[in-house]
């Protein structure tokens, strides 16, 4: 399983979530935003739900990746569409 959270202090409660549920050896958080282009983004961290990239300069950004620039972990059994 793979989780995506730009927001370092997001990032942190969710593996210890994922921990505490006994899925950590089963899941691996990604620090991107996604998007349809990969770069820096601007972003608005506050370590809540409001988080969010943004199109106003908040003077912090984030790295964002499309789906096609993830460089998976060898072992990654990835599966689209069923197949």
Do not use: K
């Not at 899941?27 to 770069?39: D, E, F, K």
């Not at 506050?46 to 912090?60: K, L, Y």
Request: with cysteine.
């Amino acid at each position: 399983m793979f989780a995506f959270e730009p927001d370092p202090l997001n990032q942190a409660a969710l593996a210890a979530n994922l921990e505490s549920m006994g899925l950590g050896d089963h899941a691996t958080v990604m620090p991107y935003a996604l998007g349809n282009a990969s770069g820096q983004v601007p972003f608005a961290g506050t370590g809540t739900v409001t988080s969010q990239v943004t199109t106003e300069d908040t003077g912090s950004t984030v790295e964002c990746r499309r789906l096609d620039d993830i460089e998976w972990p060898d072992d990654a059994d990835l599966h689209q569409n069923g197949h």
